[in-house]
């Protein structure tokens, strides 16, 4: 089944309905399909492998991506935050193609063979200004990759991530009801089109029958006053938006009184930030989603009586899965395995491994999937007595010290539940007399964080080869724009003061 057959059958089933914008110059979904398919016969005159896309969020993004699919032309997104060069590389990967380019980025396009550039005024002049078109059948589509996608490469370079028109499709009709949103419902997009989230949020809302209103850029005054003016009644940030969000929203008094669901993903929430959203924002219903690019977006749920039981729980069981991701889909198995393949019992540490149709596990020109279809997906986790997956972070991110693996992210727990302590990250630094050094990096609200203290519980708690053997404080931590701590990135800053021994 192709993705665009998911349009096609909400503009049959209700075509008159708001799909794609703000008030009154909202398109239904009447016109949201007839100006894909316009762009569908387009796209196939021109007889590229590909359809790129470098820009910030708006309504020619879901028209182009649902046309690509009819054309069966895979669509491309570019992170316009990477440098000249990094972009540029990833531009020449995407050959031979047509590239929509936002008209103040063209300058940062370098000529690349078999790359054909459209300006996105062109391109929004010709098929999203004016009256519905009239509809063309689309072409008959053979190509069944449905998007390549490049993973944000917090570790590496990044790679071409292969989604299928099923691994999509799969996912969608498993996890969302047609057209059950009702017709007051919209949805607000400010995750940017080359993460895995702002492609689902495409799919999803159009199989819901629920209307999009994107953000071109996150800030979260925009965000609130959007979220305000449209009535915004579905939304998904990642935790670093959150945190601002509330933040605007306790300095305004604005409530969001329509708002009804909230979904965060993308990197660890801190519980200290939705423990506050849950308090400022009670009649709302709050999901933990998690997922990989490579498994088409989310497998892992925590759902909104999950955050109101643990909220409100006294057991320490109960309480703690607060910071978990849930339990699976029902569309997915899931497993914890240990090195050897083998699967782990409750409670014990190891590599999720997931299996279903939604699940690609496939790279350009590289299968990563075993034959029996379960993928490695390189994060750390295990399943309490309840079936609730926690998600420790990227096995990359293991410190390996004197022989020993370290997972950052229990002693970054440990870390968060000092009062002071507003962000942290724990590394491992290369030195010759451990192998890695346990470092850590904390985002203090004083301005004096009493580190020996912090020590002395990682010590107790945990044990002493746990312990950073050197603090640093800084202003803030970097992240990307959905979420992911860029540890690599600290890594280079801190190697060179730190590895000396």
């Not at 492998?49 to 032309?73: D, H, I, K, S, W």
């Not at 380019?101 to 300058?107: E, R, T, Y």
């Not at 689902?200 to 953000?215: D, F, K, P």
């Not at 990989?292 to 069981?317: K, M, V, Y």
């Amino acid at each position: 089944m192709r993705t665009s057959l998911l349009l096609d059958i909400a503009a049959d089933a209700c075509p008159d309905r708001a799909a794609l914008g703000c008030g009154d110059d909202a398109f239904d979904f009447n016109s949201y399909r007839a100006r894909a398919r316009c762009v569908a016969a387009w796209l196939a005159g021109q007889g590229k492998a590909n359809t790129a896309f470098l820009g910030m969020n708006g309504t020619a993004l879901p028209v182009l991506f649902f046309a690509c699919g009819m054309a069966g032309t895979p669509f491309v997104p570019l992170n316009y935050r990477l440098s000249d060069g990094e972009l540029n590389k990833l531009v020449a990967r995407s050959a031979p193609s047509i590239l929509i380019v936002d008209d103040d980025m063209l300058p940062r396009i370098a000529a690349a063979a078999g790359v054909e550039l459209i300006a996105r005024s062109d391109f929004e002049a010709e098929f999203m200004a004016g009256p519905t078109p009239d509809t063309h059948e689309p072409p008959e589509a053979e190509n069944d990759i449905a998007v390549l996608l490049f993973t944000s490469g917090t570790t590496g370079d990044p790679k071409a991530a292969v989604l299928r028109h099923a691994n999509l499709t799969s996912y969608v009709m498993a996890s969302v009801e047609f057209l059950g949103a009702d017709e007051d419902e919209a949805t607000l997009v400010s995750v940017p089109a080359y993460h895995i989230a702002g492609i689902s949020a495409i799919l999803t809302a159009a199989y819901g029958g629920r209307r999009i209103v994107y953000l071109p850029a996150f800030t979260a005054e925009d965000w609130v006053a959007t979220a305000a003016a449209e009535g915004i009644t579905h939304a998904m940030v990642v935790p670093t938006m959150l945190d601002r969000i509330l933040d605007v929203m306790a300095a305004t008094g604005e409530t969001l009184p329509a708002l009804r669901a909230l979904s965060y993903g993308g990197g660890k929430m801190p519980e200290t930030v939705i423990v506050r959203a849950l308090a400022m924002l009670p009649h709302v219903a709050f999901v933990n989603a998690y997922g990989l690019t490579e498994t088409s977006s989310t497998i892992s749920l925590l759902g909104a009586d999950d955050h109101r039981a643990a909220f409100a729980s006294d057991d320490p069981i109960i309480r703690r899965r607060i910071a978990s991701v849930g339990q699976p889909l029902p569309s997915i198995e899931l497993e914890i395995r240990r090195d050897d393949g083998t699967p782990c019992g409750t409670g014990e540490h190891g590599e999720i491994h997931v299996r279903g149709e939604q699940v690609s596990g496939e790279y350009l020109h590289k299968k990563a999937i075993a034959e029996d279809g379960w993928f490695a997906t390189n994060d750390a986790g295990w399943i309490d007595e309840g079936g609730y997956l926690f998600v420790e972070g990227r096995l990359d991110d293991v410190i390996v010290r004197g022989g020993e693996n370290i997972s950052p992210g229990e002693i970054e727990d440990l870390l968060r539940s000092f009062d002071d302590i507003a962000d942290c990250a724990v590394l491992g630094i290369p030195c010759e007399r451990w192998g890695e050094k346990v470092v850590a990096v904390i985002v203090s609200r004083s301005g004096a964080p009493d580190t020996a203290a912090m020590a002395t519980a990682i010590r107790e708690r945990l044990r002493s080869t746990k312990t950073p053997e050197a603090w640093f404080v800084r202003d803030e931590l970097p992240y990307n724009e959905t979420g992911k701590l860029l540890r690599r990135i600290l890594k280079a800053e801190l190697a060179e003061a730190v590895c000396a021994d």
